[in-house]
């Protein structure tokens, strides 16, 4: 899946007053990055645009593990955008990061999950609506923020208990001095795990009135954002509910949706996809939850997904997942 060609990222001013303060000028990361000047000081730039200038403020740096710690550790808590500000003046650090996953949605691609288990809370990060992954800069940087966030709030020494990288992140020793934990390499996800006590520990910085303005705005931002997003969701949930009534048009969901044809296509091209797409999308996703299911046969699944013929279900199969159905099934029944 292609990187979002729509311009909905921001910068905060606080990202490009920290550069400068580590001595990296805009310019030289526009250069970097090969875009002109104008793409860095518009208000908001493409996922593609966004992944070029952090990597190439991580290029002009030099190591990775210094451009992670000299960004986070600059960066002026008053130049924090609203989000942000939001979860710095949380009531503690469990509500902090949770606000910090519920607002990062607006900000595409990145997006955190928390799971608390046991003695742990565990932040993975993982990249929304692109299968590419973020430059390791912007990875390095997001984990380290958490901490700082908790640092800040709190006004406590915290240190991380531990924290895993999938690709090398420059000098380990430096990110172990920041974090106060062993830093894995190689790892299968991008996570940090903080211990789950310190999550009840009270922000020094709490400001009730502040958040009693700001949360209600950000509130309905986000809702906003979703509705006028979730398209491409909701057509391919219309597709896979239709999949076995034989012939589904364009026209039939448009329909459905109070939309034009036109509409719903350029609804659909904003996000980067289109109505063939989903469809061939949505009869992949559906056979392989069909196929784990030993009581249907293949030739119902095929039918299930909307094939009247077994042989094109099988060529599309091989095209999915470069394997037979029945291969594939014989490999993945209880792993999906």
Same mark, same amino acid.
């Given at each position: 899946?292609?990187?979002h #060609?729509?311009?909905?990222i921001k ?11 580590l ?5 030289d990361?526009?250069r970097?990055?090969?875009?002109p000047i104008?793409?860095?000081t +518009?208000?908001?730039?493409t996922?593609a645009?966004y992944? =070029?200038?952090?990597?190439?403020? $991580?290029?002009l740096?030099?190591d990775i593990a210094?451009?992670i710690i000299g960004?986070?550790?600059?960066? +002026?808590t008053?130049?924090?955008?609203p989000?942000?500000l939001? #979860?710095?003046?949380? &009531?503690d650090?469990r509500d902090?990061?949770y606000?910090? =996953?519920r607002y990062?949605?607006m900000c595409p691609?990145?997006r955190l999950?928390i799971?608390?288990?046991?003695? %742990? ?6 990249w ?7 430059p390791?800069?912007?990875?390095g940087?997001?984990l380290?923020?958490?901490l700082?966030? !908790?640092?800040?709030g709190? !006004?406590?020494?915290l ?9 090398p992140?420059g000098d380990?020793?430096?990110l172990?001095a920041?974090?106060?934990?062993p830093?894995?390499? !190689?790892?299968i996800?991008?996570?940090?795990t903080?211990?789950? &006590? %310190?999550?009840d520990i009270?922000f020094a910085?709490?400001?009730e009135?502040?958040?009693e303005?700001l ?5 309905? #931002? ?6 006028? $997003? ?7 949930w219309?597709i ?5 009534g ?9 329909k459905?949706?109070n939309m034009s044809?036109r509409?719903l296509q350029r609804r659909?091209?904003?996000?980067d ?6 469809i061939?999308? =949505? &009869?992949?996703e559906?056979?392989?939850?069909y196929?784990?299911?030993p009581?249907?046969d293949?030739?119902?699944v ?5 094939y009247?013929?077994?042989n094109?279900?099988?060529r =599309?199969?091989?095209?999915?997942? !470069?394997?037979t159905?029945?291969?594939? &099934?014989s490999?993945?029944i209880?792993?999906?």
């Amino acid at each position: 899946m292609k990187l979002h #060609t729509t311009k909905c990222i921001k910068f905060p001013s606080g990202f490009w007053s920290g550069l400068q303060q580590l001595g990296v000028s805009p310019r030289d990361v526009a250069r970097q990055a090969r875009l002109p000047i104008t793409e860095i000081t +518009e208000p908001k730039v493409t996922a593609a645009e966004y992944f =070029a200038i952090w990597q190439a403020f $991580s290029d002009l740096i030099g190591d990775i593990a210094k451009a992670i710690i000299g960004l986070v550790t600059v960066f +002026e808590t008053t130049q924090y955008p609203p989000d942000i500000l939001a #979860t710095y003046h949380a &009531r503690d650090y469990r509500d902090a990061l949770y606000r910090m =996953a519920r607002y990062k949605q607006m900000c595409p691609p990145e997006r955190l999950l928390i799971t608390e288990e046991g003695e %742990d809370c565990t932040i993975e990060l993982e990249w929304q609506h692109t299968e590419e992954s973020g430059p390791k800069v912007l990875v390095g940087i997001t984990l380290a923020y958490l901490l700082e966030l !908790g640092r800040r709030g709190t !006004g406590q020494a915290l240190n991380a208990r531990r924290v895993e990288f999938s690709h090398p992140m420059g000098d380990v020793q430096a990110l172990e001095a920041y974090f106060g934990c062993p830093i894995q390499i !190689g790892t299968i996800r991008n996570r940090l795990t903080l211990r789950r &006590r %310190d999550l009840d520990i009270p922000f020094a910085t709490y400001n009730e009135e502040l958040l009693e303005i700001l949360t209600p705005v950000l509130d309905r #931002t986000l809702n906003e954002k979703q509705s006028t $997003s979730s398209i491409t969701e909701t057509v391919k949930w219309i597709i896979k509910r239709s999949l076995m009534g034989g012939h589904l048009d364009i026209h039939s969901v448009a329909k459905e949706l109070n939309m034009s044809d036109r509409t719903l296509q350029r609804r659909l091209t904003e996000e980067d996809t289109s109505f063939k797409h989903l469809i061939t999308q =949505a &009869r992949h996703e559906q056979a392989r939850e069909y196929l784990v299911n030993p009581s249907l046969d293949i030739k119902e699944v095929a039918c299930l997904v909307g094939y009247e013929n077994l042989n094109s279900f099988y060529r =599309a199969f091989r095209i999915w997942e !470069g394997d037979t159905p029945s291969h594939w &099934r014989s490999e993945n029944i209880g792993k999906v």
